[in-house]
């Protein structure tokens, strides 16, 4: 997903929100870090690199809020921890979730098996699925390398 910033500012302007400096460090730690699952306090470790002056109730606060406007996508991989990636909202479903039990690691992947059974769950049921999400745990290829050893 391309960020537009001129669109963002919209959205925040139709909920009467600011989209200040603060705001959008934030959401650049997310445009340069696209292939991460980020909590709040991994994001709070990159922005005080570059500000001091943000602290990790803003950045609590300003995720929340990127959740609640759809910038962002809030995932509970269970660890009790939020993580939170940028919304693609070009694509009809999201990706799913690789889970290493071991080092926490997280694995994105594409493949949306899902389609036909979620037709068929949809027609048997009469509900109208509008998302889903899929998480498989179980160990990543490093971790299994440490195993064997």
Do not use: W
Request: proline fraction near 1%.
């Amino acid at each position: 997903m391309n960020v537009d910033l001129s669109n963002l500012r919209q959205k925040f302007r139709e909920r009467d929100y600011k989209l200040t400096p603060q705001r959008q460090i934030i959401l650049q730690v997310f445009i340069n870090n696209r292939d991460k699952h980020l909590s709040a306090e991994d994001v709070h470790n990159i922005v005080r690199q570059q500000s001091n002056d943000i602290g990790l109730a803003t950045v609590y606060r300003t995720l929340e809020l990127f959740s609640e406007l759809e910038i962002l996508q809030k995932i509970n991989f269970g660890d009790g921890r939020s993580r939170y990636e940028i919304n693609e909202t070009s694509s009809p479903h999201h990706h799913h979730h690789l889970i290493c039990l071991t080092c926490g690691r997280v694995i994105e992947f594409a493949d949306d098996l899902l389609e036909d059974l979620e037709t068929i769950i949809a027609k048997n049921s009469n509900f109208t699925i509008v998302d889903h999400q899929v998480k498989f745990y179980g160990y990543c290829q490093e971790c299994q390398k440490h195993c064997e050893d």
